[in-house]
């Protein structure tokens, strides 16, 4: 009945998908590869997750 006051968990995910995307950009700009590359693989993971989530909405 009240669905329309749940938050979208995928809205989320994607704020914080940017977010770290943008952490990683910054952190390669700076020459810092080491954590440009684990905050990328933290974004991905990110990505991985969004995307079954997205995958199981959409078989209901």
């Known amino acids: 009945m009240f669905s329309f006051l749940k938050k979208d968990p995928i ?3 994607n704020k ?3 977010q770290k995307l943008e ?3 910054y952190a390669q ?3 810092d ?3 440009y590359s684990s905050i ?3 974004a991905e993971d990110i990505r ?3 995307d079954a989530l997205r995958e199981s909405i959409a078989s209901q």
């Open 11 to 13: 809205k989320k995910l």
């Open 16 to 18: 914080l998908y940017l």
């Open 23 to 25: 952490e990683a950009m």
């Open 29 to 31: 700009r700076n020459g």
């Open 33 to 35: 590869i080491r954590s």
């Open 40 to 42: 990328t693989s933290e």
């Open 48 to 50: 991985i997750k969004m």
